[in-house]
């Protein structure tokens, strides 16, 4: 029987852990912890990711703030509102929502974030440090984080003589991803748009790790007969069964026919998604532990 991973109680077990966290440091004295999510434009699904972020942080006991910026906002603008969450003092975390508009150039906003604010993981302090094998001084990427507690459920720490294959090699996903698979001991190789021949680099992969963006591309002959298969994409498609007009959440694997395949296979919705925001929340505490000068918890 496949194992249909459930991100959804994974994400509630860390979101407890981080709730006691914030509870025990604050009745020892300390502020809560405070988490500054930065939104810029109106594109809906972002605004639906950020109120989740921001009802999550809430639910967990932290100061939660929200900065909704109008897509007409200069990159000057933007840059003076991190610089003002770097100088405040009751600030632990700072999430920049991406994509930002067209005319923003993302990278001098992220990499003016304090890596020690930055809970997205994306600043070069925090990505050189995992790509040195330091995970425990430096903040993780969120959803490659979650994704790695998805595996650990199935295979434990040590992937030790398991083929990995991620697809995708972005900064936010693919990238450190493969790099937490490899501190794993796990033998990673990275796919993108430019591999031959990925269906037949998935058939030599224990561990598939789908981050692409493209519906239902993985297919079950792409599949090693009792592979764990770890969904990340998000895709939108149309419903027509739901009702003219209506979507619906898929991901990158062919969930139906890849089950069957599969030893265990995280679906979309309920997979990594609700993982990635545990994760926000897990760093957000870590970041405030450590400002205030108390050993922090690991997640
Ligand atoms: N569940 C969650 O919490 C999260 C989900 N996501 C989802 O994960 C997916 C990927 O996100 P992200 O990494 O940010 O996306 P990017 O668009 O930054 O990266 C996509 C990657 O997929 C590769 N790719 C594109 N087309 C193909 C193809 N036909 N064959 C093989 N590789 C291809 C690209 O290759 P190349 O580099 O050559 O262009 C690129 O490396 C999206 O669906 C996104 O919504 C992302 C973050 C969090
Ligand atoms: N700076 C930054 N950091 C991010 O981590 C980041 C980002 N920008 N931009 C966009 C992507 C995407 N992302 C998701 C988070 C949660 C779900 C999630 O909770 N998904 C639910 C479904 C939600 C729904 O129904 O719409 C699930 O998969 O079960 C999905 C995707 C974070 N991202």
Same mark, same amino acid.
């Given at each position: /029987?496949? %194992?249909?991973?459930?991100?959804?109680?994974?994400?509630?077990?860390?979101?407890?852990?981080? $709730?006691?966290?914030?509870? $025990?440091?604050?009745?020892?004295?300390?502020?809560?912890?405070? &988490?500054?999510?930065?939104?810029?434009?109106?594109?809906?699904?972002?605004?639906?990711? @950020?109120?989740?972020?921001?009802?999550?942080?809430?639910?967990? #006991?932290?100061?939660?703030?929200?900065?909704? &910026?109008? !897509? !007409? $906002?200069?990159?000057?603008?933007? /840059?003076?509102?991190?610089?003002?969450?770097?100088?405040?003092? !009751?600030?632990? *975390?700072?999430?920049?929502?991406? +994509?930002?508009?067209?005319?923003?150039?993302?990278?001098?906003?992220?990499?003016?974030?304090?890596?020690?604010?930055?809970?997205?993981?994306?600043?070069?302090?925090?990505?050189?440090?995992?790509? $040195? *094998?330091? &995970?425990?001084?430096?903040?993780?990427?969120?959803?490659?984080?979650?994704?790695?507690?998805?595996?650990?459920?199935?295979? *434990?720490?040590?992937?030790?003589? &398991?083929?990995?294959?991620?697809?995708?090699?972005?900064?936010?996903? #693919?990238?450190? /991803?493969?790099?937490?698979?490899?501190?794993?001991?796990?033998?990673?190789?990275?796919?993108?748009?430019?591999?031959?021949?990925?269906? !037949?680099?998935?058939?030599?992969?224990? =561990?598939?790790?789908?981050?692409?963006g493209?519906?239902?591309?993985?297919?079950?002959?792409?599949?090693?007969? *009792?592979?764990? %298969?770890?969904?990340v994409g998000?895709n939108? @498609?149309?419903?027509?069964?739901?009702?003219?007009?209506?979507?619906?959440?898929?991901g990158d %694997?062919?969930?139906?026919?890849?089950?069957?395949?599969?030893?265990? =296979?995280?679906? %979309? +919705?309920?997979?990594?998604?609700?993982?990635? =925001?545990? /994760?926000?929340?897990?760093?957000?505490?870590?970041?405030?532990?450590?400002?205030?000068?108390?050993?922090?918890?690991?997640?």
């Open positions: /029987m496949t %194992v249909v991973i459930d991100g959804k109680a994974a994400a509630a077990s860390v979101i407890e852990a981080v $709730t006691s966290a914030a509870t $025990t440091l604050e009745s020892s004295g300390h502020r809560k912890p405070g &988490l500054a999510v930065v939104i810029v434009g109106d594109d809906p699904a972002s605004h639906a990711y @950020v109120s989740a972020k921001s009802r999550m942080a809430k639910q967990c #006991g932290f100061n939660s703030i929200q900065h909704t &910026l109008p !897509e !007409e $906002t200069s990159q000057e603008d933007l /840059m003076a509102l991190v610089a003002a969450l770097n100088a405040d003092p !009751e600030i632990d *975390g700072i999430l920049v929502q991406l +994509p930002l508009p067209k005319h923003l150039d993302s990278e001098p906003v992220i990499q003016s974030i304090l890596p020690e604010k930055d809970v997205d993981g994306l600043h070069v302090v925090n990505a050189g440090k995992l790509a $040195t *094998g330091d &995970l425990k001084t430096g903040l993780l990427s969120c959803t490659p984080a979650g994704a790695m507690i998805l595996v650990r459920q199935i295979h *434990g720490k040590d992937l030790s003589g &398991l083929n990995a294959l991620v697809i995708g090699r972005s900064n936010l996903f #693919g990238k450190p /991803m493969a790099q937490l698979l490899l501190n794993a001991s796990a033998t990673v190789t990275i796919g993108h748009s430019k591999s031959r021949d990925l269906p !037949e680099l998935a058939r030599q992969a224990d =561990i598939l790790v789908a981050a692409v493209r519906a239902e591309m993985v297919k079950a002959d792409w599949l090693k007969p *009792g592979a764990t %298969v770890i969904d998000i939108r @498609v149309a419903a027509p069964e739901k009702g003219e007009g209506k979507f619906k959440l898929v %694997v062919a969930f139906a026919e890849c089950k069957p395949i599969a030893k265990a =296979i995280s679906p %979309v +919705p309920g997979g990594v998604g609700p993982m990635t =925001i545990a /994760m926000l929340m897990a760093n957000t505490v870590i970041a405030a532990h450590r400002r205030a000068g108390v050993a922090a918890p690991s997640f």
